[in-house]
């Protein structure tokens, strides 16, 4: 739904809250795998499991047919991501 809305761009009516919204986060779906030898090992583990939860909801959303969502923003890991 969220990626629906950010493709209406100014047709949205969400789009001022999604405009707000930060762009950058750092949390274990952004960090990369020499970030995750910096943690103590709990904070890792729990880092790596939020990274591959995204790499499998990235990897479901571009097996998803139909013209609901583009292909550009399907393959835009860091919308994806976002």
Same mark, same amino acid.
């Given at each position: 739904?969220?990626?629906? @809305?950010? +493709?209406? =761009?100014?047709?949205?009516? &969400? &789009? #001022?809250?999604? +405009?707000?919204? #930060?762009?950058?986060?750092?949390? =274990?779906?952004?960090?990369? &795998?020499?970030?995750?030898? $910096?943690? #103590? #090992? ?7 499991? @939020?990274? $591959? $939860? ?8 571009? $097996?998803?047919? =139909? ?16």
């Amino acid at each position: 739904k969220i990626l629906v @809305e950010y +493709e209406k =761009g100014t047709q949205s009516p &969400y &789009y #001022p809250w999604l +405009e707000s919204l #930060p762009r950058r986060f750092n949390n =274990g779906s952004s960090m990369s &795998y020499a970030c995750f030898d $910096t943690l #103590p #090992p709990y904070a890792a583990w729990l880092s790596s499991n @939020e990274r $591959t $939860t995204y790499k499998n909801f990235h990897r479901v959303l571009l $097996t998803i047919g =139909g013209d609901m969502i583009s292909k550009k923003t399907k393959a835009s890991k860091m919308i994806v991501l976002w």
